[in-house]
């Protein structure tokens, strides 16, 4: 089964930036939608920004102009770009892979495959 491991997590200030790796790795041959989570304490885990197979790509309101979710195949390596980032985005944030969704998902339970996360604080 594959594998996830998210790296780029750190601590920046109210309006700076930060990039998210998610490498994978053990993939079995099959083809994965990827999306990113966030979990803040005390709230529910939600969804940040996905990417289906086809490349197409869904954002969370609360990121929509700010979060850019790519890929680089040849690495087996999603990321994630946020800018402007606000201290309510501070949270744990995981990377999560799905065999097969029929569109972008930023819905837990399709997600099958989870890293161990990476802490993202900011400060005001």
């Known amino acids: 089964q594959v594998q996830l491991v998210e790296s780029g997590g750190g ?3 109210s309006g700076g930036s930060l990039r998210l790796s998610c490498a994978a790795s053990q993939y079995s041959g099959f083809t994965y939608s990827m999306a990113w989570f966030r979990q803040a304490p005390v709230k529910e885990r939600e969804g940040v920004a996905a990417m289906d197979t086809y490349g197409r790509t ?29 201290p309510e985005d501070a949270a744990m944030y995981y990377c999560a892979a799905a065999l097969s969704t029929s569109s972008p998902s930023l819905y837990p339970p399709h997600f099958g495959v989870w890293g161990h996360g990476t802490q993202v604080t900011v400060s005001s």
Do not use: C, E, H, I
């Not at 990121?63 to 946020?82: E, I, W």
């Open 11 to 13: 601590s920046v200030q």
């Open 58 to 86: 869904t954002y969370a309101d609360s990121v929509k102009g700010r979060f850019l979710v790519s890929q680089d195949t040849a690495k087996n390596t999603v990321y994630l770009q946020m800018n402007s980032l606000k």
